[in-house]
C-alpha cells in the first residue's frame, strides 16, 4: 500500500477512521503516508477526529480535521487546495485553529448535507466493485450472507435524533434525521442492478425505520421491482413502528432478515440509562409478527452501562437466551465501550468510572454495582447458553439446520482458516509444554 501511495505522489491524502478504537491504526497511517509523500497535505475524518479534533491534529502527520460529514467539505478543500487558497472552511480545522471557539458543545451546529439527494450516485466505475463483491461476500460478519454474491451497502437515510447514551453517530451526521427520497433510492438500486448485477443490498442506516410512513416508500420502491434483490439491516432497527402488514410487506420485498436494537430487557434502564423510549411491549409484538411472516429476526443488546445493576444485566442476558430459544431471535450481546462523542464517554471520565488508563474498548467500566469480573461471568455463562441452544436447534430443527449447513459452507474458507490457525496453536502450545517438561527433568537431575 504505502508504494502504491509514494507512485501516486498525492498531493492530498485522505483518511477516513470509522471507530475509536482503530484510532490509532488511522494515527500509524498518517505518519506512514507522510513518510513516503513527506510533501502531501494528510487529513483524516470521522468521529474520533470529530469528538477530539485537537487531540488528532497533535498527531505527527495529521495536517487537517474533518469534522461531521466529508463529502462537500472534502470538494471545497481540494478546489481551495489546488487553488492556493486559504482554507476556511465550516468543519475543517487545520492546526492554527482557536479550540476555545471550536465546538464549544457536542450539539453546537455544523453544517450537514441537506437534502441527501443532492449527492449524485456514487461514482462506482472509479472503484474495482468486483474486489468489493468479494470483500463483502467473503468477510466474517452480518453483511455476508449465502445470498449476497454481488452485495452492496447502502445508507438511504443519516442522523438520528434519540439520546442513547452509547451513540456517537451525532458526532459526524447531527441529529436531524435526514433521507433520500424514493426516486432517489429507486433510480440508485436500478443503477446497481443494471451496471453491475448486484443480488443483495445491505441497509446500514442508523435509523431506517425512523419514519414508518417513509419506510413504507421504501418497500413500494422495492416492491415495484419486476425482480426483487434480497436484503437486511445489519446495521438494527427501531423495534416500535412495526404492524403485521408492514411486516409482511417487508417479506414480500425481499428482506432476509431484521436486526432489532433491543438494548435491555427491562424498561426501567431502556428508559433511564440508555435513554432510548422504546416501548418493549412493541419489540414482543415484532418478535410474534416475524416469526408468524417467517422472517428471521436477530437482537443487539448492550450490558455494562452506568446506572444498570448485576439483576438486570443478568436480567436481559436470560431474556436474550430465552427469546432466541422460543422465538428464534438470534442475540448478539455486547459490553458497552465508552466511545468519544457520547454522554456515556462522557460520564465514564467525569466520574472516573474505570480503573488504570481508559481505553476504547469493551468492560472497563466500575461502578457501584459491578465491575469488569461481574460483566465477564455474566457474558460468558449467556454466552455458553447460546452455543447449546444454537446447538439444539441445528440438531432438532429441520428450518435451522438448513439454514446453519448453508452458513457453514458459505464460511468454508473461513472454517478452513480458522481450523488451520488452531491447529497451529495447539501443536505449537504442545511443543512448548513439551519441551517445559524436559527442562524440568533436567533441572530435577
Known amino acids: 500500500a504505502l508504494s502504491r501511495i509514494a507512485a501516486a505522489k498525492a498531493d492530498v491524502i485522505a483518511i477516513s477512521n470509522m471507530f475509536s478504537w482503530q484510532i490509532e491504526q488511522a494515527f500509524d497511517m498518517a505518519k506512514l503516508a507522510k513518510s513516503v509523500c513527506p510533501d502531501a497535505t494528510v487529513v483524516l475524518g470521522g468521529p474520533h477526529a470529530s469528538s477530539f479534533p485537537q487531540e488528532t491534529l497533535a498527531t505527527e502527520g495529521v495536517d487537517y480535521v474533518f469534522m461531521g460529514e466529508g463529502e462537500e467539505r472534502l470538494h471545497q478543500f481540494l478546489l481551495k487546495h489546488e487553488n492556493g487558497k486559504e482554507i476556511e472552511i465550516q468543519g475543517v480545522i487545520g492546526k492554527e485553529a482557536d479550540f476555545n471557539l471550536l465546538r464549544p458543545s457536542k450539539k453546537a451546529p455544523i453544517d450537514f448535507i441537506q437534502p441527501l439527494d443532492k449527492l449524485p450516485i456514487p461514482a462506482y466505475d472509479m472503484v474495482d466493485v468486483d474486489r468489493y463483491f468479494h470483500l463483502q461476500a467473503t468477510g466474517f460478519s452480518p453483511r455476508a450472507r449465502e445470498w449476497g454474491k454481488r452485495s452492496v451497502t447502502l445508507l438511504t437515510s443519516r442522523g438520528c435524533p434519540h439520546q442513547c447514551i452509547f451513540c456517537s453517530i451525532q458526532a459526524t451526521m447531527?441529529?436531524?434525521?435526514?433521507?433520500?427520497s424514493p426516486d432517489y433510492l429507486a433510480a440508485h438500486i436500478a443503477y446497481l442492478s443494471d451496471n453491475h448485477q448486484i443480488d443483495c443490498i445491505h441497509f446500514e442506516d442508523d435509523n431506517f425505520t425512523h419514519d414508518a410512513k417513509r419506510f413504507d416508500e421504501v418497500l413500494d420502491v422495492l416492491l415495484k421491482r419486476e425482480k426483487r434483490i434480497p436484503w437486511d439491516t445489519p446495521n438494527g432497527i427501531r423495534?416500535?413502528?412495526?404492524?403485521?402488514?408492514?411486516?409482511?410487506?417487508?417479506?414480500?420485498?425481499?428482506?432476509?432478515?431484521?436486526?432489532?436494537?433491543?438494548e435491555?430487557?427491562?424498561?426501567?434502564?431502556?428508559?433511564?440509562?440508555?435513554?432510548?423510549?422504546?416501548?418493549?411491549?412493541?419489540?414482543?409484538?415484532?418478535?410474534?409478527?416475524?416469526r408468524e411472516c417467517d422472517l428471521r429476526l436477530n437482537a443487539f443488546y448492550v450490558i455494562g452501562l452506568p446506572g444498570e445493576t448485576v439483576e438486570e444485566i443478568e436480567?436481559?442476558?436470560?431474556?436474550?437466551?430465552?427469546?432466541?430459544?422460543?422465538?428464534?431471535?438470534?442475540?448478539?450481546?455486547?459490553?458497552?465501550?465508552?466511545?468519544?462523542?457520547?454522554?456515556?464517554?462522557?460520564?465514564?471520565?467525569?466520574?472516573?468510572?474505570?480503573?488504570?488508563?481508559?481505553?476504547?474498548?469493551?468492560?472497563?467500566?466500575?461502578t457501584k454495582e459491578f465491575n469488569p469480573e461481574n460483566i465477564k461471568r455474566i457474558y460468558e455463562e449467556g454466552m455458553r447458553r447460546k452455543l447449546w441452544i444454537f446447538v439444539k436447534k441445528t440438531l432438532t430443527s429441520p428450518r435451522e439446520f438448513r439454514y446453519n449447513l448453508r452458513l457453514i459452507v458459505h464460511y468454508k474458507s473461513m472454517a478452513k482458516s480458522v481450523l488451520q490457525n488452531g491447529l497451529r496453536g495447539a501443536w505449537s502450545r504442545f511443543r512448548y509444554f513439551m519441551g517445559l517438561e524436559r527442562r524440568l527433568a533436567i533441572r530435577s537431575d
Not at 240 to 262: F, H, M, N, P
Not at 264 to 290: G, I, P
Not at 341 to 356: A, R, S
Open 174 to 180: 447531527g441529529y436531524a434525521w435526514r433521507y433520500h
Open 239 to 262: 423495534g416500535d413502528t412495526w404492524t403485521l402488514d408492514r411486516v409482511k410487506r417487508t417479506k414480500e420485498s425481499g428482506c432476509q432478515y431484521l436486526v432489532v436494537a433491543i
Open 264 to 290: 435491555s430487557a427491562v424498561q426501567r434502564v431502556v428508559d433511564e440509562v440508555v435513554k432510548k423510549r422504546l416501548d418493549l411491549k412493541k419489540v414482543t409484538e415484532l418478535m410474534r409478527y416475524c
Open 315 to 366: 436480567f436481559t442476558v436470560r431474556y436474550a437466551m430465552d427469546c432466541y430459544d422460543r422465538l428464534d431471535v438470534y442475540p448478539t450481546i455486547s459490553i458497552a465501550i465508552p466511545l468519544p462523542g457520547t454522554e456515556f464517554f462522557d460520564m465514564t471520565v467525569e466520574n472516573q468510572l474505570y480503573e488504570g488508563e481508559l481505553k476504547y474498548q469493551a468492560n472497563q467500566v466500575v
